[in-house]
């Protein structure tokens, strides 16, 4: 569903790129230098997609009838749609300060397993596994952005940034498993899960650029359509067991890309 409708949105932007392009080289009487009509500010918006996996574990022990067990948990993060918008303006000469913003929102699976200690026999651990489905993860970061706008025709304009992006991240997770012994003679033991919502915080940096074609104008603004690639990441460390002593880390962002309008102003 995707990619077709990112592939219908490009074909129809390279198609009116190529049109630009064509008329440029058209004799004709000479247009305004394209460097005349870059307006001050700009301001986007796109939906996208985001491409990214990977997954994240942790590990941890317990005391059970005077024994020692262990747990494990593991989860993985999968490519999901966005959201973003960008706003900003020029400030000297081609280059533009501007931020931008996105949002995504995904679901992965997970796993957890358990070894536990036997209530009548030492040393006779019994094993138990659940795996889990829509773990909920909602990602959302604001890029702070220096760029540098080249116009190339007198619609057709390529934007470059970078800068520093700070992510948020809430993220479901196997916080903790119960467990409820069977009959005698206690060969296998039952397990129930409990599911805990993280939220934590980072910093990491964006690079980008967007590809502008603007079709319409009027003395006060410009209106077009455009595309973007983008890498923002970063590193979030966050606690997946309750009674883990430590923070594992779950990589946020990745390579974006999206479609949408322009305004020019």
Same mark, same amino acid.
Do not use: C, H
């Given at each position: 569903m995707y990619r077709q409708a990112?592939?219908?949105?490009?074909?129809?932007?390279?198609?009116?790129?190529?049109?630009?392009?064509?008329?440029?080289?058209? +004799?004709? +009487?000479? +247009?305004?230098?394209?460097?005349s009509r870059l307006s001050r500010g700009y301001?986007?918006?796109?939906?996208?997609?985001?491409?990214?996996?990977?997954?994240?574990?942790?590990?941890?022990t317990f005391r059970l009838y005077d024994e020692d067990g262990s747990l494990s948990a593991t989860q993985a993060v999968d490519s999901g749609a966005l959201f973003d918008v960008a706003a900003g303006a020029r400030v000297w000469r081609n280059v533009t300060v501007g931020l931008a913003y996105h949002r995504e929102a995904t679901t992965g699976e997970g796993a957890a397993s358990a070894s536990v200690p036997n209530p009548l026999v030492f040393n006779r651990n019994r094993s138990v596994a659940l795996s889990f489905s829509d773990l909920k993860r909602t990602e959302q970061a604001v890029h702070l952005q220096l760029g540098y706008m080249l116009p190339l025709t007198d619609r057709l304009d390529v934007h470059v940034t970078?800068? +520093?992006?700070?992510?948020?991240?809430?993220?479901?997770?196997?916080?903790?498993?119960?467990?409820?012994?069977t009959a005698f003679p206690f060969t296998a033991v039952n397990a129930t899960a409990a599911l805990a919502e993280r939220s934590e915080s980072?910093?990491?940096?964006?690079?980008g650029a967007d590809v502008s074609?603007?079709?319409?104008?009027?003395?006060?603004?410009?209106?077009?359509a455009g595309m973007f690639i983008r890498y923002a990441g970063a590193t979030v460390d966050i606690n997946l067991l309750n009674n883990s002593n430590s923070t594992v880390g779950t990589d946020v962002g990745g390579l974006q890309i999206g479609f949408g309008a322009r305004l020019r102003f």
């Open positions: 990112f592939t219908a949105a490009a074909f129809a932007l390279m198609m009116g790129v190529a049109t630009d392009l064509i008329a440029q080289t058209t +004799p004709g +009487p000479a +247009p305004a230098p394209a460097s301001f986007n918006v796109n939906a996208g997609f985001e491409s990214t996996s990977g997954e994240f574990s942790s590990a941890s970078l800068g +520093p992006s700070f992510f948020s991240l809430k993220q479901d997770v196997v916080s903790e498993l119960a467990f409820a012994e980072a910093t990491g940096f964006n690079a074609y603007l079709f319409f104008d009027t003395d006060q603004f410009r209106l077009g």
